[in-house]
């Protein structure tokens, strides 16, 4: 299995890639880990006429808390992610995410960045991300923005990136949340994609629930926040009985397809079932 | 990383790959992979091709230290870094633990799968000398074996920890 041919770029500065990727339009794409645009060009899912390496921008891979909260190079890699101190320290629920993903060879190569810019629908950070509140910065030829990552995918393979612009990092605000995770279901545990995944994130005060946050991954085109069974729990008293109503209500909220995966059916009530459980752990084990 | 192009118009690469604490200077295209590079480049036939999408690891490549898939890592990539194959686990013709240990356990079949998962069984033991079952296995995970069923893998690997 070949790689078609491609002009290869290693820009020393971020501006220097940007100006590179503005100049050579839609047919460039940024390289990172490469596991996913090497395998699709491989496959002839993808044509493209030059890859932009970032390996040189060293600063992409740096993951450290700052005062106001943690912020994530796009660069870093999944297993540097499990081995963060600034994760460990504050959100563990993301090292556990990243630990339920690929294999450990994948980990090592594959980035934070390339998962969300990628957006396909099962990917496994997304969601615990945006349950968090996580923003990305892109940087670009005429300047930089930040979006909330929940309004950064549009659809399968879809964002709103812009073909000169660059996800540098993700700035996770410090928040008042007391409790997050995400389940993963896949046919294996080790090197497959999710059928489903759930990603929670509380405020409790107590046992009132004040605030939740359901973010369902591979159920939908792009990571979906299930509103109205979020909207069951906040300011309430949490019981069996309510979590469960949460659960029927995400259930319903989602839109999955059928493929070799999982049916409809089944991912609805692996959704049921995940955000059930998932809440109860963000309930009443903290950041895990 | 210096670039030529040829008569004919096709830009190569000039590349330094450190492999097995040798350094070589080579010539490759962007589109070469790693994989292709130890296996035609510099005849490091040790290191096996699979799936090449990252899903066997029978490509399986140290990359400064950590398990890669080298068929999903450019040559161009890979310049300037430190990169260990299979054929450099030996030292001076006396095999490394790891490898008496896969013999000792009959942790090898068909043996394709071998080099991939001894690099992953290093990597591992280099970092966490006292792994517990599950661990090994965790790291060994993206290496596919089709023949021993990997119970005599994960013995080898813990035997090897035992006796550092
Ligand atoms: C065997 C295998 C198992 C896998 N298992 C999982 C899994 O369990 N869960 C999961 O979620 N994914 C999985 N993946 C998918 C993939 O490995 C991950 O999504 C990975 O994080 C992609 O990152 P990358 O750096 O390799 O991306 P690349 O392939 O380098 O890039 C992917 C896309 O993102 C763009 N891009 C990357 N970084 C940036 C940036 N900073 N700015 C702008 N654009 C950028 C690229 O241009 C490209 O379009 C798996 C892949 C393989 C091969
Ligand atoms: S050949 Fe590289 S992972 Fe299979
Ligand atoms: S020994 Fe044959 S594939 Fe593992």
Do not use: W
Not at chain 1, 94 to 114: E, H, L, S, Y
Not at chain 1, 167 to 173: A, D
Not at chain 2, 88 to 93: A, I, N, P, R, Y
Request: glycine letters at 8%; proline letters at 4%.
């Amino acid at each position: 299995m070949y790689l078609p041919d491609f002009e290869y770029y290693a820009p020393a500065t971020l501006a220097e890639a940007c100006e590179l990727l503005a100049k050579l339009g839609p047919k460039a794409k940024v390289l990172a880990g490469g596991t996913d645009v090497l395998s699709k060009m491989k496959q002839e899912q993808l044509s493209l006429e030059a890859l932009v390496s970032i390996k040189k921008l060293d600063e992409l891979t740096e993951i450290k808390s700052n005062g106001k909260g943690v912020v994530i190079g796009a660069r870093a890699t999944h297993n540097s992610l499990i081995d963060a101190p600034a994760l460990q320290e504050k959100y563990p629920s993301i090292c556990n995410a990243a630990k339920q993903m690929a294999n450990n060879q994948i980990r090592n190569t594959g980035t934070v960045g390339g998962n969300c810019v990628n957006a396909v629908p099962s990917a496994d950070l997304p969601p615990l991300f945006i349950a968090l509140g996580a923003e990305v910065k892109l940087v670009g030829t005429s300047g930089e923005r930040v979006v909330p990552l929940e309004d950064f995918f549009t659809g399968p393979n879809e964002t709103v990136i812009k073909p000169d612009e660059i996800l540098t990092e993700f700035i996770f605000k410090d928040q008042p949340f007391t409790g997050s995770n995400y389940l993963k279901f896949s046919l294996r545990r080790s090197g497959a994609l999710a059928v489903a995944g759930v990603a929670t994130a509380v405020v409790m005060d107590g046992d009132v629930c004040k605030e939740a946050r359901i973010v369902m991954g591979a159920v939908a085109p792009t990571p979906l926040r299930a509103k109205e069974a979020e909207e069951i729990l906040k300011g309430q008293k949490v019981t069996d009985e309510l979590l469960e109503e949460a659960g029927n209500r995400a259930a319903a909220e989602c839109k999955p397809i059928s493929d070799l995966r999982g049916s409809e059916e089944y991912r609805r009530d692996l959704v049921r079932v995940l955000t059930k459980r998932s809440l109860r752990k963000s309930i009443s084990e903290g950041h895990v | 990383m210096q670039a030529i192009v040829d008569q004919s118009g096709i830009k190569y690469y000039v590349v330094t790959l450190n492999v097995n604490g040798g350094s070589y200077t080579k010539i490759v295209r962007a589109n070469t992979l790693l994989v292709n590079a130890l296996r035609e480049e510099l005849d490091l036939t040790g290191t096996k091709k699979g799936c090449e999408l990252g899903d066997c690891g029978a490509c399986t490549v140290l990359l400064d230290g950590k398990p890669v898939n080298s068929c999903l890592v450019l040559a161009v990539e890979a310049d300037g870094r430190e990169i260990t194959t299979i054929e450099g686990l030996d030292k001076e013709g006396k095999l490394d633990k790891l490898q008496e240990s896969f013999i000792e356990n009959t942790a090898i079949q068909c043996g394709y799968c071998t080099p991939g998962m001894i690099l992953s069984g290093k990597a591992l033991l280099e970092s966490n000398p006292n792994p517990t079952e599950h661990e090994v296995r965790r790291a060994i995970a993206g290496n596919l074996c089709r023949c021993t069923g990997y119970v005599n893998i994960v013995k080898a690997i813990m035997a090897a920890a035992d006796k550092q």
